[in-house]
């Protein structure tokens, strides 16, 4: 039974328990003063109905790839099981391959054959086992929640603490998992830094990052300075804030205090169009539209404009990301208290001061967050860097030239033939290491001034 199927039917079964549990809380309750509502009795035989279930389904899709793994390994002469690790992953895959109808390597053996058959045996069993189980458990679970549905029952605080429970399980996976991401990066940049010089990296003025990774392949030994990577990312990320941040905090102000009603849902919508537009879509813009006419422009001016500029990717980031600046900055002035306006109305100042003097002030944290959101969009961005802006690492502050951004050089250098004991491959981790702390420092600097303009607001 595929694992959807079973999903399915413990949902209908969830379902099911509700309305059992319901039922019986008000079968028992009719004449007698309960403790709580027939909902948080049926509430809580769909939680006993479904948790148990689903904390087994899931433990065993955790377990089942390693357990397939080691049964149908088993089966494999001695002599495949001698081979090296690399080489016996890919006889498996070959295996897997062959199940599921994809293309495999060569021509299969025997022993290729009878392992794919006794992997679909295995994979059976397994299915049909942790289905029975599964509804087994569920209804078992069912029947035994059901048994304790009586006036009495607290059944309001056994819902209420384990909703608490559920939610405090999902921060910590939130915070472990970003603990895991920035573990996960910090272990291969610390193997970089074991082939180049941190501060070769931190300060290093050119961006080659080419390689040999074999030894008798002839190459380059690389140069790994990072400065004109992340002066290209601050150049353009730069130019994209210069034009969101006015134009998105001015369409705010205009359609939360000036614009009627009528405009307010016309114009809004269409405004929040623009973070629906794919990024290819807005770098196809920047490369066949804008470029061309910053370059036109330029000559006209006597300026030499690169046909792949920062000025040109920075303008169209910027209008893409201006849906973030606006939109969290209408929502958060229209969250101001209107006793605010009205106290500043009442004492004689005009519209137009009362937006500068109370309602902007009393907003900035929340318009904070918006820019801060805005900001990381910039800088994690990548597709329209590379079809406007280019790849070439170039120092230079001049808008009108060819730059690159960290999240570019990423990408390039994780494609292709990777070699995870290079330096060109590892300086992809080191390069997100110096991002994340990087955007950290900037969260954490904005949140301290947030924090001291509130204290000093209230």
Known sequence: ????????????????????????????????????????????????????????????????????????????????????????????????????????????????????????????????????????????????????????????????????????AASTVAIFTTIGIFLSVLFEALRFFQQVSPLEFLFGLSWSPQT?????????????????????????????????????????????????????????????????????VYGYFAALTVAPLLRGFGEGLGLSVSSESALGAGLVMGIMIIPFVSSLSDDVIKAVPHELRDGSYGLGATRSETIRLVVLPAALPGIVGGILLAASRAIGETMIVVMAAGLAANLTVNPLEAVTTVTVQIVTLLIGDQEFDSAKTLAAFALGLLLFLTTLVLNIVALRVVRRYREQYE
């Open 212 to 280: 040999a990774i074999r030894p008798d392949q002839v190459g380059s030994s690389g140069a790994f300075g990072a400065v004109p990577l992340f002066a290209g990312t601050l150049l353009i990320s730069g130019i994209a804030m210069s034009v969101a941040v006015p134009v998105g905090l001015m369409s705010a102000i205009y359609l939360s205090e000036y614009a009627n009603s009528r405009v307010r849902s016309f114009a809004k919508p269409m405004l929040e169009v623009l973070a629906g537009i794919p990024t290819v």
């Open 1 to 168: 039974m595929p694992s959807s199927t079973v999903l399915m039917a413990l949902l209908a079964m969830t379902a099911v328990a509700y309305l059992l549990g319901r039922r019986r809380s008000v079968a028992t309750g009719r004449g007698v003063r309960v403790h709580s509502l027939p909902g948080y009795h049926g509430s809580y035989v769909a939680i006993w109905c479904a948790l148990p279930a689903l904390v087994l389904f899931c433990l065993w899709q955790l377990a089942e790839p390693g357990f397939i793994r080691s049964q149908v390994l088993a089966t494999l002469p001695q002599a495949m099981l001698d081979l090296p690790e690399a080489e016996l992953g890919l006889v498996y895959n070959d295996i897997r391959n062959l199940v599921e109808g994809n293309i495999v390597s060569g021509e299969p053996t025997d022993e290729i054959l009878a392992a794919a058959s006794h992997y679909m045996s295995l994979q059976r069993i397994s299915d049909l086992g942790v289905a029975l189980v599964v509804l087994l458990v569920g209804l078992t679970a069912l029947g035994w929640a059901l048994r304790r549905v009586e006036p009495g029952f607290r059944a309001r605080n056994k819902v209420e603490l384990t909703t608490r429970m559920l939610l405090m």
